[in-house]
């Protein structure tokens, strides 16, 4: 293994030799400096949870079926009143120049050419508008709550303004471990990479009265939105409100009765609370609390079409990708996204086939063997 490779330059084809779109991080280990990889690759702490939510997909089998009729097979879904035709979507990620020179903009290009939801970061690189204008599908936009109440209300007019169809709110980061990986490789963050969305704002403003108190629960206090603020977003909002972090059937439960619109499950990839169950064991679980209608989407693990078949068995409605996109944009930009979300969705495609699965309800049916 050599550390001190330099990073190749990203490619402007599809390179030979991806034969699955987990193929893309393998390769994606030469295209990224090593601090910055050690970053994106890994989770919080000591990755114990990045590693259980990869691992809990194994624990799951397909059962193949030989005699169905597949004439009319389709992956499409409807969601909040939209049209997709795939279940796959685009994680939020932040910063992704770190990754690619065009970072955000080649994402929502690979996402407009492959009719795929993408989820725009409040902390992404470029802007929540030059990503709406590069992307001509659908794109909600995650939002993380400001200290200020009123730079978080004009992100959301921004959004609304820029044609966003819904509000993604991620409640699980408002503190997140470091990642003892990334500690160790020396990653820190360079002043190249913006949050570009963020940069009228006034730096965030040290309480004065802190003093003796701790800076995490500080910290956590001035990130996380109230119950109320929550609720009024979720009360005055023109978009669908969906939140995302969710891991426990109450907390499910709790935001189906305040009118979230849907809710998304996941441990933001292994990268907050280390030691927190794997998202996919707690999927069925939440999706027993909220009943069959509730919108539930997944992220979390997910590698390879076989993982999203058994999200959706579990009861996922649609699942994010996370790193696999951001992997293949540090190899080949937009081309390299679209082409993995191509083999992704070719491979939720063969599982379908062979499992005797013609949409997206017969996998919610299917019942999987636990190994
Ligand atoms: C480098 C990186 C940055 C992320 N940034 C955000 C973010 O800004 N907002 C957010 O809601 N989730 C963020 N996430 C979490 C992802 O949206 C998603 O939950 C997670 O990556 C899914 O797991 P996977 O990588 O195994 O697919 C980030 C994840 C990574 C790896």
Known sequence: MNHHRTPLSPLDYIPAGIACARDYEQLAQKFIPADILAYISGGSGHDITLRNNEQAFHHWAITPRIMANLDNANTGLELFGNRFRHPLFLAPVAYQTLMHPQGELDTAYAAASTDTCMLASTLSSVTLEQIAERDHFKHWFQLYFQPRQ??????????????????????????????????????????????????????????????????????????????????????????????????????????????????????????????????????????????????????????????????????????????????????????GVAHMIKLLREELELCMAMSGCANLADIRVTELHKV
């Open 150 to 335: 009123e730079d978080t209300e004009a992100l959301i007019k921004r959004a609304i303004a820029a044609r966003y169809q819904a509000i993604v709110v991620t409640l699980d980061a408002a503190i997140q471990a470091p990642s003892i990986r990334a500690v160790r490789a020396g990653f820190k963050w360079s002043d190249a990479v913006i949050a570009a969305n963020l940069i009228h704002q006034p730096p965030a403003a040290c309480a004065k009265d802190s003093a003796g108190l701790s800076p995490i629960f500080q910290s956590y206090r001035r990130n996380a939105p109230t119950q109320q603020q929550l609720q009024q977003l979720i009360d005055d909002s023109p978009l669908p409100v969906i939140i995302k972090g969710v891991m426990h059937p109450q907390d499910a439960l709790q935001l189906k009765a305040s009118g979230a619109a849907g809710i998304i499950v996941s441990n933001h990839g292994g990268r907050t609370l280390d030691g927190a169950p794997a998202s996919l064991p707690v999927l069925p679980l939440v999706r027993a609390a909220v009943g069959d209608d509730f919108p539930v989407l997944f992220d979390s693990g997910i590698r390879s079409g076989s993982d999203i078949f058994k999200a959706i068995a579990l009861g996922a409605d649609a699942v994010l990708t996370g790193r696999l996109q951001l992997y293949a944009l540090s190899v080949a930009g937009a081309l």
